[in-house]
């Protein structure tokens, strides 16, 4: 995170020139996804049906909905959107140094002042208490910026950096690493040619690089105060202090406090709506999930994990491609959107599925004797008409209860139940920028699978005569009630996998108001 002024000159080789585009061309990846969302409306319903292996609907999903969640982007670490935005006129930035020196060159504000406090130590001189400034800014006008998602401060070889260092090297490679001037500088100077003030990354909370601090911001304070700590009687079994890795100890151990305090800090914006100073445009959003934008990485994603997805490898076409579509976002006149709250919307299924989906896996992976079998089977079915209520038609009943293999009765619940959150936007697609539609493409997605899932796991507790509404057997077979929840399970487990949202990984049970857990939250203790 910390840049020092003098390492920044010119740096010689331009990256990128802003690209104009007039306003009636059209780029090689607009229209495509509206022709799409058209072509989804003519897919058959068929509860039986899986989603293509290659889809990344649920994956654009859950990295949008992430966007600024510290947790979910310390989770899955390597980012794969650049989004567009705004950070308000007013707000405060903190900077910690060990001089009463102003940034000169493009340096590191944090939205945090605990983050910000960290950084006010000077390694090399700990025992002394004259080295720690702590500088406030605030911002005098909306500053521009470009937020890239994931862990994306922290200095690692395996995809973190890969965004940045695309836009900033043309690749990515382990040996720019820890060249942060060379990056930050060549960012910068792609930027400012698009009147872009600053870039948005996470490391222990939110910081900004603003890559010009005579434009934008100005100081409200500039504070010489004491460096942090934990008593030194806490740190008297360290080694004396002869070498360079001794001194960082004993930091680390006198910086203690700080050092949480700082992670604390970054805790605030773990989960939804995550870091509100920030105010992303997701109408202008570039995702490497894009497979019409981006399908170099689809067949390199087809045998991985989720963890180790990263863009790196993405081929030098599908590159510019990207990097027109992010120039072309700057350098355009004005674009119209919807105006739809993309955000909420995506918040407003989760919402409503997670804590239900996550209640129905503890009734069906709980250990329980034979005779909890009808009440376990019927809080779950319990459950499954609760998250379909609003969809369960009338007309919505097997024609012949003895007849399992028939489900077209299952239709129009499943249809309702996956297109009512955004049947509206049928009227709204002559309005929708290329990211909309892909952002509503995910929400379609997404939704459909869920709705399929639960629909069918519905149907399947009918049959099987636990269904409260739908009384299809006078008398339950506790066997057939044991294959019933076994096959649950299966359906839900690949569910919740394929979705993989973030809400779902922490702590059972939770840990109490005292105290607090970060599961390598800072980038350097581990992984």
Not at 47 to 53: A, F, G, H, T, Y
Not at 307 to 317: C, L
Request: hydrophobic content about 40%; some cysteine.
């Amino acid at each position: 995170m910390r840049l020092q002024p003098a390492i920044f000159g010119f740096v010689a080789s331009v990256l990128s020139r802003a690209v104009q585009v007039p306003l009636n061309s059209t780029l090689p990846w607009q229209n495509e996804q509206l022709a799409i969302l058209g072509e989804e409306q003519s897919m058959g319903w068929d509860v039986l049906q899986l989603p293509d292996p290659n889809a990344t609907d649920h994956l654009v999903f859950e990295t949008v909905h992430s966007l600024l969640q510290h947790w979910p982007n310390t989770r899955m670490r390597n980012g794969h959107n650049i989004v567009p935005g705004v950070i308000p006129k007013g707000t405060l930035l903190y900077h910690g140094r060990s001089d009463g020196n102003l940034p000169q060159g493009p340096e590191w504000v944090s939205l945090d002042a605990e983050h910000a406090f960290f950084f006010c130590h000077d390694l090399t001189h700990y025992p002394s208490q004259e080295r720690c400034w702590h500088v406030t800014f605030v911002t005098t006008r909306p500053i521009n910026i470009v937020y890239f998602d994931g862990y994306s401060a922290a200095k690692m070889g395996f995809g973190t950096l890969d965004t940045q260092d695309l836009l900033a090297w043309g690749e990515s490679v382990e040996e720019n690493v820890w060249d942060e001037a060379g990056r930050i500088g060549r960012l910068c100077e792609w930027a400012t040619n698009l009147g872009i003030d600053g870039l948005v990354r996470m490391e222990m909370g939110f910081e900004v690089i603003l890559c010009d601090f005579t434009s934008g911001v100005r100081v409200v304070s500039s504070a010489k105060i004491r460096p942090g700590g934990l008593p030194p009687i806490m740190c008297k079994f360290l080694p004396p202090p002869r070498s360079l890795a001794a001194e960082i100890l004993i930091y680390g151990c006198k910086a203690g406090v700080v050092t949480f305090e700082t992670m604390h800090a970054g805790s605030w914006h773990n989960h939804f709506p995550g870091e509100t100073r920030i105010q992303l445009d997701l109408s202008r959003l570039a995702s490497f999930y894009d497979t019409q934008l981006v399908p170099s990485l689809v067949p390199i994603r087809a045998s991985q994990e989720r963890w180790d997805h990263r863009v790196g490898n993405i081929s030098r076409q599908d590159l510019s491609a990207v990097k027109l579509k992010l120039e072309a976002t700057f350098t355009s006149p004005p674009i119209r959107s919807s105006g739809i709250d993309w955000k909420t919307l995506l918040h407003v299924l989760v919402d409503r599925f997670s804590d239900r989906l996550e209640l129905m896996h503890r009734l069906l992976t709980s250990a329980i004797e034979p005779a909890d079998i009808v009440d376990f089977t019927n809080k779950t079915q319990i459950q499954l008409r609760t998250m379909l209520a609003p969809y369960l038609l009338l007309p919505a009943a097997p024609n012949d209860p003895t007849d399992e293999a028939a489900l077209d009765w299952t239709v129009p619940v499943y249809k309702l139940c996956a297109t009512c959150h955004t049947s509206f936007t049928e009227s709204e697609l002559d309005g929708m920028t290329d990211s909309e539609a892909l952002v509503l493409k995910a929400i379609r997605g997404t939704n459909q699978e869920i709705c399929r899932v639960v629909t069918k796991m519905w149907a399947a507790g009918v049959y099987a005569g636990i269904d409260a509404k739908q009384n299809t057997k006078k008398r339950l077979d506790v066997t057939e009630l044991a294959r019933l929840r076994s096959t649950w399970a299966q359906d839900l487990n690949g569910l919740m996998g394929w979705l993989d949202w973030s809400v779902w990984v922490k702590c059972d049970p939770g840990c109490s108001s005292e105290a607090r857990f970060n599961a390598a939250t800072h980038w350097n203790l581990g992984h």
